[in-house]
């Protein structure tokens, strides 16, 4: 028995029965794909075709394609593999975090932003292959025992601990995702007409009944992955700031990396969660399921999180100023002002500045504004972790090796190209899977006592 | 005398199976199980379903990660190969304790939904015991298992119907 609260808002909208759910979330998978999937899958697979292209030139080629020099060792590779975990971090936030402090908001949207996790993850994890130069020996940063006498490797190093963060993050997002999805897949299964359907969907539904038995288990270690998917997203993105700040570099070499790095993740990821979100209302009809208040309470993230992102470069600088280090005062002064000062005032514009829009309700409910600052915000947070990679390295501790760095044509396909592996992954993912989390989104709309299926008003709400 | 014959009631609304349901476990009759497209808040309690142990599990499986992570750390680099990278110690446990950390979520993570399909007997490729095809949209069924010379099935029947399902059957499991 569920309380519905006579005063807050229905979270789905238009008065939908279980069966409206059922078919409204199952329409794109049973018919043949609609005009506008066609054209977006179409342009995201030329796109990938990019990125298979430039990778393949890069794999054979070697890191000479790119731009990198003695100084800068490090620039779009890393930007762009710390800009895709982070965008993961929305999804694991959505679904597990919002979990445990019971919003139930959550429950229309947690489903593509968990895709949205793992498809960022692979991105992510591209790029960590790609930027090894040889990749066929990716495998030497995992403990094994190996050829060169038992050389293992060092657990001192925060690239080996990444190895395990991010591993450990992508295969247990996987293994969360996949739990939600079973009883969705039953429901799939169940309504199959084809031969192939029923197997496809039967196969990977693993006999799910909808038992009270299973919903009670089921429930237990949703709680549980929900409890340990928490403290790992948070753990992930410290592991990854560590990559930086465990370092000595000027402009790396700062305490405040974990937190700041966390907050830039969950910014960056609603970013993109709206951008997909916005996008998928409006072309596959949620907008029952997603509403305008799902987007206010999005958005409102977006500004807090966008705001300890500006609040955190702030801090550096007043760090840098207050510790007296005069490497550290040059690093921050040549991020503002140096050769690289564009790419720092587009991301203080995008982050800091742009979200405070997000005070005015108007801003908060408008989807075409929302999604125009949805990019904005993924615009500056790949900008700001260019910043950070990129001006902290290229003035090196002597001036005789200081150095620029432009990309070449092949690292930007390379970048282009990563989102069209994205989008590949999620338009595949909203043709063959329930984009939406029927089992939970039936559990949140009123349950009407006499009248269940005839009698709906919109807006009503019944006390159970 | 237990058979393996069943009675399912049908519903549309998870209101009417719950106190349906209430009703016929306070006459005394046997309610093997319910089936839900979706959780109902509080019906594991009400058919008596001890809270599962999966926590225990899911915490065993957590201290196993943790074990095998720090006995490994430790072992290669104070035991196995001791190498002294930036002067600093070989046994450093501090920065052993990301990837501990990290192992400790991965075992507990998959042994716990291991067990998970093992006490649910699910498996890729099962064939599902599907009660009713509707039983993943919309619609609720409960069973009842009827005991032989005890179970009065007219008078079942009477309730469930009285209690607004849309439909009465018969299941005989084997």
Redesign the interface.
């Known amino acids: ?2 309380y519905e609260s006579p005063i807050r808002d229905q979270l789905v909208t238009g008065g939908k ?3 409206d759910v ?1 078919r409204d979330v199952t329409r794109p998978l049973e018919n043949a794909p609609s005009k506008s999937w066609w054209i977006g899958f179409s342009i995201s697979t030329l796109v990938l075709a990019l990125w298979i292209g430039a990778t393949t030139y890069t794999v054979f080629v070697g890191l000479g394609a790119w731009g990198l020099n003695k100084t800068v060792g490090w620039a779009f590779d890393i930007t762009n593999f710390v800009f895709w975990v982070g965008i993961g971090h929305a999804g694991t936030l959505i679904s597990a975090v919002l979990l445990l402090f019971r919003q139930k908001w959550r429950m229309s949207i947690n489903r593509s932003a968990e895709a949205m996790t793992i498809f960022a993850v692979i991105c992510a994890a591209s790029f960590i292959l790609s930027h090894m130069g040889r990749p066929w020996v990716a495998y030497w940063p995992i ?1 094994l025992p190996n050829a060169f ?8 190093s ?1 690239l ?2 990444d190895v ?2 991010i591993s ?1 993050y992508f ?2 997002s996987l ?2 995702w996949y ?1 939600g999805l ?2 969705d897949i ?2 799939v ?3 199959a007409v084809s031969k192939a359907r029923k197997f496809w969907y ?20 949703s709680l ?2 929900a409890g ?1 998917s928490t ?2 997203v948070l ?1 992930v993105h410290s ?1 990854v700031s ?1 990559d930086f700040a465990t370092s000595l570099v000027p402009g790396w070499h700062t305490t405040i990396f974990p937190p700041y790095f966390v907050a830039g993740a969950i910014f960056s990821g609603f970013g993109m969660v709206l951008t997909l979100l916005i996008i998928a209302r409006e072309v596959m009809n949620y907008k029952d399921y997603i509403t305008e208040a799902h987007l206010d309470a999005m958005t409102k993230i977006v500004m807090v999180t966008g705001t300890m992102v500006g609040m955190a470069y702030i801090t550096e600088f007043f760090v840098a100023a207050y510790s007296g280090v005069e490497y550290e005062q040059y690093a921050f002064l040549n991020r503002a002002f140096g050769p690289y000062w564009w790419a720092y005032w587009t991301m203080m514009t995008c982050n800091l500045v742009a979200p405070q829009v997000f005070w005015f309700k108007w801003a908060r409910t408008t989807p075409w504004f929302i999604f125009i600052m949805s990019i904005i915000v993924n615009i500056g947070m790949w900008f700001e972790r260019f910043v950070i990679i990129v001006t902290s390295l290229h003035r090196d501790f002597l001036p005789s090796s200081w150095a620029m760095y432009t990309p070449t044509i092949t690292e930007v396909s390379i970048l282009i190209g990563s989102f069209g592996l994205f989008f590949f992954l999620y338009f595949l993912f909203c043709k063959f899977l329930p984009t939406i989390n ?3 989104v ?2 949140i709309i009123p ?3 006499e009248d ?2 005839h009698n709906h008003v919109k807006g009503e709400n019944h006390a ?1 | 005398m237990q058979t393996n014959k069943y009675i399912l009631g049908v519903y ?5 199976i ?1 106190s349906t349901t209430k009703k016929l476990i306070n006459k005394g009759y046997k309610v093997d ?12 309690r009400l ?1 008596g ?1 001890k ?2 142990n ?2 225990v599990a ?1 915490f065993l499986f ?1 201290m196993t990660g943790l074990t095998l992570a720090v006995t ?2 430790v072992y ?2 104070k035991i ?2 001791p ?1 002294i ?2 002067g ?1 110690p070989n046994l ?1 446990i501090p ?2 304790i ?2 501990t ?3 400790s ?2 075992f ?3 042994g ?2 291991t067990c ?2 093992i ?13 009713d ?6 619609l609720f069924v409960v069973s009842i298992q009827i005991q032989e010379n005890k179970t009065d099935i007219q008078a079942l029947n009477q309730i469930l119907v009285e209690n607004g399902a849309l439909e009465v059957r018969e299941r005989i499991k084997d």
């Open positions: 028995m569920s029965t279980y069966r059922t403990p006498g038992t050389l293992w490797v060092n657990f001192n925060p080996v601990w395990f963060a450990t295969s247990v293994v969360f739990i079973i009883p039953a429901t299964r169940d309504r039967g196969f990977f539904a693993m006999g799910w009944n909808g038992s009270t038995k299973t919903w009670h288990r089921y429930e237990v270690i549980i992955l340990i403290p790992l753990s592991i560590m029927m089992a939970e039936k559990s349950t009407h006592h269940h299926g159970n | 549309d609304n998870p209101d009417k719950y199980d319910v089936y839900s497209p979706f959780a109902i808040h509080g019906m594991d058919l379903i809270r599962s999966l926590t899911a957590a490994f750390q290669v680099s196995d190969w190498m990278i930036g600093k450093h920065t052993y990301p990837i950390f990290e192992l979520i991965l507990t993570a998959f716990m939904v998970f399909f006490v649910n007997r699910m498996f890729w490729g099962k064939n599902a015991d599907i009660i095809p509707r039983v993943t949209d919309d």
